[in-house]
């Protein structure tokens, strides 16, 4: 090894000299694409806060849940049928209004419908739609049980009984009250008091408030008529417990879209015979949609054995003391409800557009979506999945 490769080992290695650089200055099109960006950002978290700040006339109705009806619901006595099956409602998430992002969230969810406030409110503030769709599920509460009732040959139809009177005269809107049994001030015309029963117009039976119209079709606008009533019978929910000897009103008959009516909001009125108090606990849940799945429930407690044969079950539909189930909104939107809480049967109307009905069953996975018309369509349909035949079981009192 040479002395000079020694001396090139043991030195220091130092860096080999260079020419001297010059500061080069970043490309005029980099620093314009470098602000560009950073105002774009700007643009964009701008619009992002006003987008979550601006709100729209838009409501979101979105998968509500699925409630058991039998827990609500309770019989005078104080009685509960241990064999009662999952019978239960669905509801739909409202919210409004939207702000742009929720909008557009709502949008691109195909769970939910954004849909024109109108729509939600027709025309009412909150409050006011609130108060409605409170008023909409008592008067479905008190079908239900009427309907439950009469189903099992406890109840009987016998006229049309008196909610409230009606401002101006006119037969819809927003009603006015007229007091309590025998202390109303008579409202608009001053014969009728909440709680008195119209059995006869005119000589004419009237076994529901459907048939008021008919009973009044001869009559004039203005012209007065003689109306058969039972007094007081009927308590806040239609149900009659006794007989009272009817009476004879005379009336002013009113006028409702080129039609003769009475002043005053009617709902069916039946006589029971059932001794014990049936009441459904309906919370906050507003609207009539429940009604069939309280007439079926009520129907399962006031009857021994399982109605559902087991299956989870879940209804929705209006109910009328025909039994006509009836349409209601948010069909998309309650079957994805009934898919989430493991409902195997999901009954529903069968008057909802065909277009409805087969989205509900793709977003419904894992539910069987049975569409009825009727209450006996129900029970034919629970029937058909093991649950017990109502019309002979035992009654519970």
Do not use: C
């Amino acid at each position: 090894m040479t002395a000079e490769h020694q001396s090139d080992e043991g030195a220091r290695q130092e860096p080999e000299p260079s020419s001297p650089t010059v500061p080069q200055r970043p490309a005029r099109g980099g620093r314009t694409r470098r602000w560009v960006l950073i105002g774009l950002a700007v643009v964009v978290a701008i619009g992002v806060l006003m987008a979550g700040r601006l709100h729209i006339p838009y409501y979101a109705l979105s998968p509500g849940s699925i409630r058991e009806a039998g827990p609500l619901i309770r019989l005078g006595s104080g009685a509960e049928d241990p064999e009662a099956g999952e019978i239960a409602f669905a509801t739909v998430s409202v919210e409004g209004r939207l702000n742009l992002l929720q909008a557009l969230s709502g949008w691109w969810d195909g769970s939910i419908d954004v849909v024109d406030e109108d729509l939600i409110l027709g025309g009412r503030t909150q409050q006011q739609s609130d108060a409605v769709n409170q008023i909409l599920m008592k008067d479905s509460k008190d079908i239900a049980i009427q309907l439950a009732l009469t189903r099992l040959g406890l109840a009987t139809p016998i006229g049309a009984v008196v909610v409230d009177g009606l401002p101006g005269g006119e037969a819809a809107g927003d009603a006015g009250p007229i007091g309590p049994r025998g202390q109303g001030d008579g409202g608009s015309g001053g014969e009728l008091q909440t709680g008195d029963v119209i059995v006869a117009i005119a000589g004419t039976p009237v076994s529901t408030a459907a048939d008021v119209p008919a009973a009044l079709r001869a009559a004039e606008i203005g012209a007065t008529v003689e109306v058969s009533v039972e007094r007081g019978a009927a308590d806040d929910r239609g149900i009659v417990r006794s007989e009272t000897p009817a009476q004879t009103v005379s009336l002013s008959v009113s006028e409702h879209d080129g039609g003769a009516t009475l002043p005053y909001r009617l709902r069916d009125a039946v006589r029971s015979t059932y001794e014990g108090d049936v009441t459904i606990d309906s919370g906050q849940v507003g609207g009539p949609s429940a009604g069939l799945a309280f007439t079926l429930g009520v129907i399962d407690e006031l009857t021994e054995g399982d109605l559902t044969g087991g299956t989870k079950v879940a209804a929705t539909g209006t109910i009328g003391l025909d039994g006509i189930v009836g349409p209601i909104g948010g069909i998309q939107q309650k079957a994805v409800a009934a898919s989430r809480a493991g409902v195997q049967l999901f009954l529903v109307p069968d008057s909802l557009p065909a277009s409805e009905l087969e989205k509900a069953r793709r977003l419904g996975k894992g539910v069987e979506l049975v569409a009825v018309g009727t209450l006996d369509d129900a029970l034919d349909a629970l029937a058909d999945h093991g649950g017990r035949e109502t019309a002979l079981p035992a009654l519970r009192s």
